[in-house]
């Protein structure tokens, strides 16, 4: 079945570093791809998605690239700042006709001052 | 108010209580969800309703029973709750069940006794 794999955690950078989150899929057909975040005490908010390969999702200087090739969808900022600091969910949605989200198990990143 | 509104924030419960998680969504949408996130697991899709009608349960225990009375609302009964029970039960909803864009509720944490 499908399945999303991402780093573990937790990822530890000083503010202003580059962050690389790697996530991997495995799935038939040709999924859509998405990174959700959660904040201290919150819930899940998209962060961005992209939904054919080659496609780049970005916002909040976050970018992601679907890459078909290494089923892949790592996740990168330039420079984290400390508000930052969260759980970063690689989801995918399967081509099949049903509302299944399927979740990574999460990576935490915290950013120093 | 907007977006999608979770209450209780926190319950604590004896394994022989009855007591009700409630979800609203003031996005309009059509599709709502229950996950179980707990801790260093990926999350959990518990149930999926699209137009009031159940559309899909992950082989939850009977012991968890949701209730979908309107497209705006959701909610997750609980009885007989296990220790194991204890988690973050986050509420989500979308606009159509087969697009994989969710939007989350902050979550219920539940403690079981």
């Known amino acids: 079945g499908d399945s999303v794999t991402q780093m573990e955690g937790p990822v530890t950078l000083s503010e202003e570093a580059f962050l690389t989150i790697n996530c991997t899929y495995t799935?038939?057909?040709?999924?859509?791809l998405f990174w959700y975040v959660q904040y201290p005490g919150e819930g899940l908010q998209l962060l961005l998605k992209?939904?054919?390969?080659?496609d780049k999702g970005s916002n909040k200087g976050f970018e992601a690239t679907y890459r078909k090739e290494t089923t892949s969808f790592h996740l990168e900022k330039g420079s984290v700042q400390v508000s930052d600091s969260a759980v970063y969910f690689c989801a995918l949605h399967g081509s099949s006709n049903t509302g299944k989200l399927i979740f990574g198990q999460g990576t935490t990143l915290q950013v120093k001052p | 108010e907007t977006g999608v509104t979770q209450t209780p924030r926190h319950l604590v419960m004896g394994m022989t209580n009855k007591k009700s998680l409630k979800c609203e969504q003031h996005l309009g949408h059509n599709a709502m969800y229950w996950y179980k996130q707990s801790a260093k697991k990926p999350l959990e899709l518990m149930f999926v309703?699209?137009?009031?009608?159940?559309?899909e349960n992950n082989s939850v225990p009977s012991r968890f029973s949701p209730e979908c009375p309107n497209s705006s609302h959701l909610f997750l009964h609980l009885h007989t709750l296990q220790p194991e029970d204890s988690a973050l039960y986050l509420c989500a909803s979308s606009q159509g069940h087969t697009f994989g864009e969710l939007f989350f509720g902050e979550g219920s944490r539940l403690t079981v006794l």
């Open positions: 309703y699209s137009l009031e009608e159940r559309v």
């Open positions: 992209a939904t054919k390969a080659d």
């Open positions: 799935a038939t057909g040709y999924p859509s």
